[in-house]
């Protein structure tokens, strides 16, 4: 492609910000504003063009792209189809340039260019499971922007082209498999998808495991978390294992520890667990480093070393989400005035791609918050100079309006209840319920806490602790705490019949 391209890790704040706002008025130029339905109108009611962004300051006069702007509705039932870039022959035939290459390389091959820009290939669908899933359309230029995203991901999680890889992400149209699978192919390292509990289960992916003794484990951390507690019981040895990659779900430091203790029982010294954050709509995913040379110099010395288990549990040295300033720009505006933030400061994650096509949207409002902002200064552990995403990423969608009493609604954060679970040393894999007194529509909503207790503990004592830790942090106590074996715990989280393991479910029946 260009110069940024190759240079996405080397380039200081002020080279990236200016080079992002050229970008982004190119692609603005060129791309958005002649094919894009919807951001046509936007621009037109808000007397913007291209050259409205003279520098990256300028991208707040773009209005936010929302979820909800998304949704079809029955007032407008092509909605989604207006965020697609439907190219026009005319227009694409006066963009500078085509002139000049249609008598160079001839009209056959400029045609084929145009197609390979524009025509839809391939589609993701967001993962929301209150709203209908949202259809992300891919270009061919899409998928090799894919599978370059995918390819850093592999770059920055120190992979290696000798590795072998096990992809335990669900095989469904959602980001995160497709992007690992082009991930692989792309860095050119031999990967095997098992297509998580609900294809291979528990059972399959162990008995691959085995099989394929891979240097990588790639999955949802409440999956992987149930496939190292089966091998830990059914004593299977993985010892090739370095290093467990999660997405499609927020990560915990407390579950960090957790796997990488059973990793350890099953053989693996010091694995490294990596987290990355990705969403449909910027269709790609970031990912944490590690210094390659460390963590090989810690490979050679382990097999001495202090057990994992013997350590407490305290926050890894996280590197942050490496992100690709030439692909897209990550905005942290307050999630009330919608006004950015200066760096370092928390709020919530905006993203607008660069070289997208397909369904594109501008400054899309995730509703997932960081508390730890974005920085522009070398990365300590990789040396990349990229910007990078810190610290906790908790999502809107999992605040909830609960009826805890008779007379107001309460809003309960169930992204910080999470991590207070994920922390409990005694406590394994767990569920938080939302139901109904009685099951009836009009009455209080309960929470019920389901939990694995490790360890032999105390069910009385352990119980206490669990609900003053719930009540320190979100003020609310769980109306019951029931306990359950590993086996148990599956079923509850749909281990091998969801596609996706939940840990926060609601059965709260709707008033009719
Ligand atoms: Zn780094």
Redesign the pocket.
């Known amino acids: 492609m260009n110069f940024l391209w190759k240079q996405w890790h080397n380039l200081p704040e002020a080279a990236v910000r200016q080079k992002q706002a050229a970008r982004l008025r190119q692609f603005l130029r060129d791309a958005v504003l002649p094919f894009s339905a919807h951001y046509r109108r936007v621009f037109q009611e808000h007397q913007l063009t291209a050259r409205s962004i003279q520098s990256l300051d300028d991208l707040a006069k773009i209005p936010f792209t929302t979820k909800a702007d998304l949704l079809n509705t029955p007032e407008h039932p092509e909605r989604t189809k207006e965020f697609v870039l439907i190219p026009d022959e005319k227009i694409l035939s006066r963009r500078s340039g085509t002139v000049l290459r249609a008598l160079l390389e001839g009209r056959g091959a400029v045609r084929k260019q145009f197609e390979a820009e524009f025509r839809p290939v391939f589609m993701t669908f967001t993962t929301g499971r209150s709203a209908e899933p949202v259809p992300f359309i891919y270009s061919q230029q899409d998928m090799k922007v894919l599978a370059e995203a995918g390819r850093r991901v592999m770059e920055?999680c120190g992979a290696q082209p000798e590795q072998r890889l096990l992809n335990a992400f669900p095989y469904a149209p959602h980001l995160a498999f497709w992007l690992t699978h082009y991930a692989g192919t792309e860095f050119g390292a031999m990967m095997f998808s098992s297509g998580g509990g609900k294809v291979m289960g528990t059972e399959g992916t162990l008995r691959l495991m085995t099989k394929l003794q891979p240097d990588n484990l790639i999955g949802i951390p409440t999956f992987l978390y149930h496939v190292l507690s089966q091998a830990v019981a059914e004593k299977v040895r993985c010892k090739n294992l370095r290093n467990i990659v999660l997405g499609g779900e927020k990560v915990s430091d407390g579950l960090r520890e957790k796997l990488r203790e059973l990793a350890q029982e099953i053989g693996a010294e010091n694995v490294t667990v990596l987290a990355t954050y990705g969403f449909t709509e910027a269709k790609m995913a970031f990912a944490?480093?590690q210094d390659i040379q460390l963590s090989r110099a810690r490979q050679q010395a382990a097999g001495g070393g202090a057990r994992a288990s013997d350590r407490l549990l305290t926050p890894a040295a996280q590197?942050?989400y490496?992100l690709y300033p030439d692909l897209g720009i990550v905005e942290i505006v307050d999630p009330k005035t919608g006004q950015p933030v200066p760096n370092g400061q928390p709020g919530e994650i905006v993203f607008t791609p660069l070289a997208a096509r397909g369904t594109v949207v501008l400054r899309y409002r995730t509703g997932d918050c960081t508390d730890g902002g974005l920085t522009y200064e070398q990365?300590?552990?990789?040396?990349?100079v990229v910007p990078?995403l810190f610290g906790n990423i908790s999502r809107t969608s999992e605040i909830r309006e609960m009826k805890l009493d008779k007379i107001k609604g309460t809003l309960v954060d169930f992204n910080e209840l999470e991590h207070v679970l994920d922390d409990v040393p005694q406590v394994g894999a767990w569920q938080l319920e939302l139901r109904k007194t009685n099951d009836d529509p009009h009455e209080r909503d309960e929470i019920i806490l389901h939990v694995q207790k490790l360890d032999g503990a105390d069910e009385t004592r352990l119980a206490r602790d669990l609900s003053e830790r719930c009540f320190n942090t979100a003020d609310v106590h769980p109306n019951k705490i029931l306990f359950h074996d590993a086996e148990k715990m599956r079923e509850l989280q749909g281990v091998g019949t969801q596609i996706k393991e939940q840990k926060l479910v609601d059965h709260r029946p709707k008033p009719k």
Request: proline letters at 8%; one cysteine or more; a positive charge.
């Open positions: 920055v944490e480093c590197s942050g490496h990365c300590p552990v990789c040396r990349r990078r």
